[in-house]
């Protein structure tokens, strides 16, 4: 099912199997979260430094889950993290 959803300053369109909505749109939050949190602690000239910062900040979060689902989760959130980045691309 096609949503929108709000990164930083841009919105943008995807499609997720509406059983991941729900999760998608709490990651969505926690990283919106996150850049606030950037902005307000470091300096950064835009928002692709913060998106930058952020995009490190969860994929190492991912590296330290201890709930056994580790691997799997990783290339779920490398595929995610890889089309944000093209939609990032695209839209500069």
């Not at 096609?2 to 300053?9: S, W």
């Not at 509406?18 to 709490?26: G, L, N, P, Q, S």
């Not at 952020?54 to 959130?77: F, M, N």
């Amino acid at each position: 099912m096609p949503i929108n959803i709000l990164i930083g300053d841009r919105s943008y369109r995807i499609k997720v199997a509406a059983t991941d909505e729900e999760a998608v749109r709490k990651t969505i939050r926690q990283i919106n979260d996150k850049i606030i949190e950037f902005k307000t602690g470091f300096a950064g000239k835009d928002m692709q430094d913060y998106i930058a910062m952020v995009l490190v900040w969860y994929a190492s979060q991912v590296g330290t889950r201890q709930d056994g689902k580790h691997s799997s989760d990783i290339q779920e959130i490398q595929a995610v993290l890889e089309k944000m980045e093209n939609k990032l691309k695209e839209a500069l």
